[in-house]
């Protein structure tokens, strides 16, 4: 070894100092490397803005050849499942955001098996995810998993309806629920203050847990405290969506333009929608981890634990992860199946061989 090479290693060296400070360091770097997966499901009537909420979050358009159906075509309709994936990239780091959107959903008079459906494919996820687990191929295991979701509240109701009820009842055991009051531009803040204490108010009184951020550590700083506590304080969330860029006071601002003036999206004084997009971002990795901590862990010790049957395929689910990893299923049990019958034929030379 030269001296050279020796001299950098030694000018390293601190008294008490062993190094392993970097490891966090080492963590983002491989974390960046791989990427980030994270899964939304939106749910609400039509009419909402879900569509619109969410390509305004991400700055992108999740549904680009989307075909809106018209009134007749809307009564016959029934709930269905659309997974949209997107790549985002951002200073390097990249996230594969999924967004599940339900179009049906509360659209029909009688509404009583409207989230058998999502119920159905919350489990058909939970299932893939026990069974790759449960497989050989572990190392790329894909992870669609509801991660989070996002529940549109109609504004001009007076709080909750029974379907909003029994939707959130069957559901916060599966999934993180946020609860969204949408279309927040209708009301006056005074309204709003209401509806949202009103919502607050009926989703105690039926027991139903959404999601809440977590307390902040004691060495936290003053500022990520108090940013926190103004989330926690926005629960739920009033927000509007909008993808239109205006022009306001020599600003590009993305925003509604009404007669009376502009509802500026981004806006603190407006709507939620930054602190909507603030509690996703900051706990991403929190919704994350509950996900697997709570909801897939009650799941998969009930499976375990009762052996219930896996529930059946959702033929209405075009999930393009499902076909790739059938496809390697069918390549596997070629394979294998190629394997052997070449030992079956070696055998039977050999066997040959030996009459001869």
Known sequence: MSSDSVKSFSSLETPGYVGFANLPNQVHRKSVKKGFEFTLMVVGESGLGKSTLVNALF???LYPERVIPDATEKMAQTVKLEPSTVEIEERGVKLRLTVVDTPGYGDAIDNTDSFTEII???DEQFERFLRDESGLNRKNIMDNRIHCCFYFISPFGHGLKPLDVEFMKQLHNKVNIVPVIAKADVLTKKEMTRLKQKVLDEIRENGIRIYTLPECDSDEDEEYKEQVRQLKEAVPFAVCGANTLLEVRGRK????LYPWGVVEVENPDHCDFIKL???LITHMQDLQELTQQVHYENYR???LAKGVPPPKRNTLIED???VVSDKDRI???KEAELKRMQEMIVAMQAKMQMQQ
């Open 59 to 61: 700055l992108t358009d």
């Open 120 to 122: 159905r494919y919350i």
């Open 320 to 322: 393009k992860n499902v």
């Open 277 to 279: 997009r603030s509690m």
């Open 331 to 333: 390549l596997q049990e």
């Open 301 to 303: 010790s009930e499976r």
């Open 253 to 256: 601002v993305r925003g509604r």
